[in-house]
């Protein structure tokens, strides 16, 4: 009876597994779409650093430094609230292991919106012996929006190269089996390092005339996709 049973269930599972059918494997393609796009800043920031100090026997205080950075930002109309604090430090001088003074250090971050302003803003920074000035990054302030327009034109372009690659074997297009984003294909948060031009670092406060946002490196928007498609 046993064996019987045995030889029964045996039977059963071969039986079950020959009538499994083969699901036959769906053709497809598979494409890679990349789209890129350049933009101007709109958001500029600047880091200014305030210092005791003095020049030719005059002292410039930090008190003093701060009411005449206030003052230039007054006369080129740019808000206050574009200024904040970063970070505010002092340290002891010393000399023959004896403290002699202290030297005070405040920095202050501000966002400009053009070239203009950062122009203007560098003529009197160094006019009033304020040098300690650096444009640290760029950006937009609609950047998120741009990645959107981006990523949607990649995977158009994929879809776009997959079409005619299968039109010239006489193929059609099915649908989108799989999407994956490519990483590190965006380089706009990248692109942070030399964001001005060569003779602009070099001496901001010669320039002729007022820098347009041309004059800075651009942001440069880039995706990529994978899409593998169905043919039909």
């Given amino acids: ?12 599972s071969h039986l079950s597994f020959s009538q499994t059918p083969n699901v036959p494997q769906q053709a497809f393609i598979e494409v890679t779409g990349t789209a890129k796009k350049e933009i101007e800043p709109n958001q500029i ?3 200014i650093t305030l210092t005791e100090k003095s020049i030719d026997n005059k002292k410039y205080t930090i008190e003093a430094q701060e009411a005449k950075l206030n003052h230039i930002l007054t006369e080129l109309n740019i808000p206050k609230s574009k200024l904040t604090l970063a970070d505010f430090s002092s340290s002891a001088i010393t000399q023959k292991r004896k403290e002699i003074g202290i030297v005070q250090n405040k920095k202050f971050n501000l966002v400009l919106e053009s070239g203009r302003q950062v122009s203007d803003l560098f003529d ?12 640290t990054r760029i950006d937009h302030t609609d950047i998120l929006a741009y990645n959107k327009e981006v990523r949607i034109d990649a995977v158009k372009a994929a879809k776009t190269k997959a079409e005619y690659l299968l039109n010239a074997v006489g193929n059609k297009l099915g649908k989108p089996l799989e999407i994956v984003e490519e990483q590190d294909s965006n380089d706009f948060n990248y692109y942070r390092g030399n964001v001005y031009n060569e003779e ?7 320039t002729a005339s007022p820098l347009s946002s041309s004059e800075f490196k651009k942001i440069t928007v880039t995706f990529s996709y994978k899409v593998k498609y169905a043919i039909e």
């Fill in 1 to 12: 009876m046993k064996k019987l049973s045995l030889l029964v269930l045996v039977c059963i």
């Fill in 45 to 47: 920031y600047i880091s």
């Fill in 124 to 135: 009197k920074l160094f006019s009033a012996n304020i040098k300690e000035a650096d444009v």
């Fill in 200 to 206: 602009f670092n070099a001496n901001v406060s010669n």
